[in-house]
C-alpha cells in the first residue's frame, strides 16, 4: 500500500517569505508526527496530531510555525517569515495509534533551503 | 524523562566483517526502543523494535539488536556487513510508563560506513 507521501520534495525560497508544507498520512492512521533534521543533527520534534487535535506543540520552535490537521488525514506545516535557520529537511511521520509501542511510518521529507 | 544515546557518531567496518551500532537509553519505568535506518536523501526506515518478551530482537536485512535492561543498551548487530549498509542509523526510545510521553525520543544518529 501507499505510505507517508511529503510535498513538494524540494523547496527553495527567500528570507521572509510563507512556505506549506504539506504531509500525507498512511490511510487509518490516527497519529501524525512532524519533525526537523538540520544537517549533522538528530530528529527534532516539533508537534504531534492525533485525529485533528495536537495534544502536544512543545517543539515548534517559535511562534512562525504552526500545522494544522484537516479531516483526520492530510497535515500541512506553515512556516511564517522563513529565516534562513529554518533550512533543514522536514520529516512526517504517522502511526497507526499513540500510546503503545507503535512503529513510526516516516515519509521521505521536504527539503527547505532559505536564502 | 526519557533519553537516548549512541556514542559513536560514525561506525568503519570492512565487508563481511560483523558490525555493532551501539545505543544507550534513559528512561523512568521500561522502555520501547527502535532503530531506524536512514539512506542518503530519504525518510527513516524501521528496523525493528522490542516491546517486551526476548531481549534478542530480530529485523530487517538481517539486522538484530540486543535488549539488555542491566546496561540500559539496545545495541545493533549484524553478523556480516555489506556496502549497501552504509547508512545514518537512529536509535529511538519511548518510556511505557502510563502518563508518559508519546514522543519517541531519538538518538543524534550515528553513520555506518562499510568499506568494500
Known amino acids: 500500500g501507499a505510505g507517508v507521501s511529503q510535498s513538494p520534495s524540494n523547496k527553495v525560497t527567500e528570507k521572509g517569505k510563507d512556505v506549506e508544507l504539506r504531509c500525507d498520512p498512511i490511510?487509518?492512521?490516527?497519529?501524525l508526527y512532524w519533525y526537523r533534521q538540520s544537517l549533522g543533527q538528530g530528529l527534532e520534534f516539533l508537534i504531534y496530531?492525533?485525529?485533528?487535535?495536537?495534544?502536544?506543540k512543545s517543539g515548534l520552535p517559535s511562534d512562525r510555525f504552526s500545522a494544522e490537521r484537516t479531516g483526520g488525514s492530510v497535515s500541512t506545516l506553515t512556516i511564517q517569515r522563513t529565516q534562513q535557520e529554518d533550512s533543514a529537511v522536514y520529516l512526517c511521520?504517522?502511526?497507526?495509534?499513540?500510546?503503545?509501542?507503535?512503529?513510526?511510518?516516516f515519509g521521505p521529507g521536504t527539503r527547505l533551503l532559505v536564502l | 524523562a526519557q533519553s537516548v544515546a549512541q556514542p559513536e557518531d560514525q561506525v568503519n567496518v570492512a565487508e563481511g566483517n560483523p558490525l555493532t551500532v551501539k545505543c544507550t537509553y534513559s528512561?523512568?519505568?521500561?522502555?520501547?526502543l527502535f532503530w531506524y535506518v536512514q539512506y542518503p536523501n530519504r525518510g527513516l526506515q524501521f528496523l525493528l523494535k522490542?516491546?517486551?518478551?526476548?531481549?534478542l530482537v530480530k529485523g530487517s536485512y538481517g539486522f538484530e539488536a540486543e535488549f539488555n535492561k542491566s546496561q540500559t543498551s539496545f545495541h545493533l548487530k549484524k553478523p556480516s556487513a555489506l556496502v549497501s549498509d552504509s547508512a545514518l542509523y537512529f536509535c529511538?526510545?519511548?518510556?511505557?510508563?502510563?502518563?508518559?510521553?508519546?514522543?519517541?525520543?531519538f538518538g543524534r544518529g550515528t553513520s555506518l560506513i562499510v568499506h568494500p
Open positions: 496530531f492525533q485525529g485533528n487535535s495536537a495534544p502536544d
Open positions: 522490542y516491546i517486551t518478551g526476548d531481549n
Open positions: 529511538a526510545v519511548r518510556d511505557r510508563t502510563r502518563g508518559g510521553s508519546y514522543i519517541p525520543t
Open positions: 528512561v523512568s519505568g521500561n522502555p520501547y
Open positions: 490511510s487509518g492512521h490516527t497519529a
Open positions: 511521520a504517522s502511526s497507526s495509534i499513540a500510546g503503545v509501542g507503535e512503529t513510526q511510518y
